[in-house]
């Protein structure tokens, strides 16, 4: 078969794999892929732990919803403004070495703010704490396209996809059983520093494939990137997704507490539940992309699910228990979203070059999300009550479901390269 060949059939969207231009074939390490995705867990545990420790955090220190809800969404500051630049550092400075700053970044963030006395300072840290987020998101999709084979990289990435349902679902069983949210900072810098200790030692550092720092050669990337209009497609999409996403989770304790009277202890394990299902998602999207199932059309079916229930969750419509399976559908389905859009970066990215700088663009429309979700659902129930963010969610699952009929061209776009 010809280069050109090759390189058409590594983009037909009927595949069930995904391969970058410029890459050849080789054995996957799977143990090192086990490390990848357990800096991720360690990741998405420092948003599980504000969900789970809101009510103490409100308790102790006198936080209302709103304040609350930017102790989570403030976490993701640094990934709305830096995700672009952070993948050209990830060039710059090679795969590995940033995980692991952004491990060792958690790991003093959450000490410091284990001891805060005060709002201001448990918000500090948690800005470190995001900076360490950020590092480990765009770092780990980029050590994942280059220690796994091409071949095998959509049940990676879905694999890869499951690290915040699951790093949040842990936080929520766990921090019950933790003495206070304090031990919940606490353990979760003993996890982070165990994690970077054995990640040395399993993960190899890659060639680093930019060897100076450009502010003109970040730019012409940026545009580069951006021109090809498909990371952007799929950066609003995650965007969007991660807003739905964290409108209900955020405050589904809270939620479940006030709605179902349940206890606080209940709450966290129905949460966690919940959010477990994602997980399924996750893993789901993986066995569809292997059977030929285009990515737009799973977009579109999760969002348009997404959107129904949350009128289900929020409206007074449903019993008790209805609700709960309401959110667990809205889980479930939706987790097909991240590992579609996760595989979907190194297909409509050109080189791989250019594939640092496409996941930071991309981890960046997941940061905004996350960040405007929280302190809307929070500013909405202040204002007008639940009933407000059944509308919210509904719009934001439209606005999905169009945005996947615009990825449609650009996954057909990619085969014909």
Not at 26 to 53: E, R, S
Not at 325 to 348: D, E, Q, R, W, Y
Request: some cysteine; overall charge positive.
């Amino acid at each position: 078969m010809s280069n050109v060949e090759t390189m058409k059939s590594a983009f037909s969207d009927s595949s069930s794999s995904v391969t970058m231009k410029d890459e050849p074939a080789f054995t996957t390490h799977w143990l090192a892929v086990a490390m990848v995705v357990a800096a991720g867990i360690i990741a998405a545990l420092q948003v599980g732990k504000v969900i789970v420790a809101v009510p103490l955090l409100r308790a102790d220190l006198g936080l209302s919803l709103s304040a609350a809800g930017w102790v989570l969404s403030i976490f993701s500051v640094l990934g709305v403004l830096g995700g672009i630049l952070t993948g050209a550092a990830v060039s710059r400075f090679g795969d590995r070495r940033i995980l692991l700053l952004g491990l060792w970044a958690i790991v003093f963030g959450s000490l410091a703010g284990g001891f805060a006395g005060g709002y201001p300072l448990l918000l500090a840290t948690r800005v470190v704490e995001g900076l360490g987020f950020l590092l480990i998101i765009i770092a780990a999709p980029d050590l994942l396209r280059r220690i796994v084979a091409p071949h095998e990289r959509d049940r990676a990435f879905a694999i890869w996809s499951c690290f915040m349902p699951a790093g949040m679902a842990m936080a929520l069983l766990i921090g019950p059983l933790l003495v206070g949210w304090r031990g919940l900072w606490f353990a979760n810098a003993a996890l982070a520093a165990l994690v970077a200790l054995v990640l040395v030692r399993t993960v190899s550092q890659g060639v680093i494939m930019q060897a100076k720092w450009s502010w003109s050669g970040l730019a012409d990337d940026t545009m580069q990137t951006l021109k090809a209009g498909g990371p952007l497609l799929l950066a609003i999409t995650f965007g969007l997704y991660t807003l739905l996403f964290f409108a209900l989770f955020s405050f589904l304790p809270v939620l479940l507490e006030e709605r179902m009277g349940v206890s606080a202890a209940l709450a966290s394990v129905l949460t966690a539940a919940a959010i477990g299902a994602n997980i399924i998602g996750n893993l789901a999207a993986g066995v569809l992309r292997e059977r030929g199932v285009a990515q737009w059309k799973i977009i579109a079916v999760a969002s348009a699910i997404m959107g129904v229930m949350g009128l289900g969750i929020f409206l007074p419509l449903l019993p008790n228990v209805a609700v709960f399976a309401a959110c667990v559908v809205f889980s479930g389905f939706g987790g097909l979203i991240p590992a579609i859009i996760m595989g979907g970066i190194p297909t409509l990215t050109s080189s791989a070059r250019l594939a640092p700088v496409s996941f930071g663009l991309v981890m960046q429309g997941n940061n905004l999300g996350q960040l405007i979700g929280p302190v809307t659902v929070g500013t909405l129930v202040a204002a007008l009550g639940w009933n407000a963010v059944a509308f919210f969610i509904a719009g934001g699952g439209v606005a999905v479901l169009l945005l996947a009929m615009a990825l449609r061209g650009a996954f057909r776009r990619s085969a014909t390269l």
